[in-house]
């Protein structure tokens, strides 16, 4: 088993959440895993991207090379089209579809989802309104990898683990949005694919 993973988004969204749980998820799977991550700015809004790569057997390097991930998991539409170029021909992209909008020329919405409909496998969902529907737009994230979670080859009962392991702290309502977020996403994604 080997899957290689780009993780974008902008700070602030939740992306090192993202990673967080799936390196969880893996090692608790008994998986390698090597990771390195990128953060543009360290205030909110700067982009955020890592290369994350699980093995069952030995992984030589933490980077992932142009045209070799499996998947993308985007938190915002126009950071998952940066990284298209490492994206395997048959790999998935998962995006959410709601923009972050910091820049004064951001990029004409309805032209970026045209774009993310010319990639084979993709799921593009409004993980925002979903969250924002269960309770909490800060879940928004675990939406996204719920929706990618059918892709993961990592059983789900571990990804769960993982939410509980990584929020436990901040209490019990805390997990439950999160989980209620990740199911809701899986569903969209199950459904939709």
Same mark, same amino acid.
């Given at each position: 088993?080997k899957?290689?993973i780009i993780?974008?988004?902008v700070?602030?969204?939740?992306?090192?959440?993202?990673?967080?749980?799936i390196?969880?998820?893996?090692?608790e799977a008994?998986?390698n895993l090597?990771?390195?991550?990128v953060h543009?700015?360290s205030?909110?809004?700067?982009d955020?991207?890592?290369?994350?790569?699980l093995?069952?057997q030995?992984i030589a390097?933490?980077?992932?090379?142009?045209g070799k +991930? !499996?998947? $993308?998991i985007?938190v915002?539409?126009?950071e998952?089209l940066r990284?298209?170029?490492? &994206?395997?021909?048959?790999?998935?992209l998962?995006?959410n579809?709601?923009?972050?909008?910091?820049?004064?020329?951001?990029p004409d919405?309805e032209a970026?989802?045209?774009?993310?409909?010319k990639v084979?496998h993709?799921?593009a969902?409004d +993980? !925002?309104a $979903?969250?924002?529907?269960l309770g909490s737009?800060?879940?928004?994230?675990?939406v996204? &990898?719920?929706?990618a979670?059918?892709?993961?080859d990592i059983?789900?009962d571990?990804l769960e683990?993982?939410i509980h392991?990584?929020?436990?702290?901040k209490?019990?309502?805390?997990?439950?949005?999160?989980?209620?977020?990740?199911?809701a996403?899986?569903k969209f994604?199950l459904?939709?694919?």
């Open positions: 088993m899957i290689d993780l974008a988004g700070g602030g969204q939740g992306i090192l959440s993202i990673a967080a749980t390196g969880y998820a893996a090692v008994g998986l090597k990771q390195a991550e543009g700015m205030q909110r809004g700067g955020v991207q890592s290369h994350m790569r093995s069952d030995e390097s933490d980077l992932i090379p142009k +991930a !499996d998947m $993308i985007s915002e539409p126009m998952s990284y298209l170029p490492y &994206l395997s021909k048959d790999g998935w998962i995006t579809t709601k923009p972050f909008i910091n820049i004064d020329n951001y919405e970026l989802k045209k774009e993310v409909r084979k993709h799921i969902l +993980a !925002d $979903i969250a924002t529907e737009v800060k879940s928004a994230n675990m996204i &990898l719920g929706a979670s059918p892709f993961l059983s789900y571990k683990n993982a392991t990584l929020f436990g702290r209490g019990e309502e805390v997990v439950n949005l999160n989980l209620e977020a990740l199911r996403g899986r994604s459904e939709n694919q």
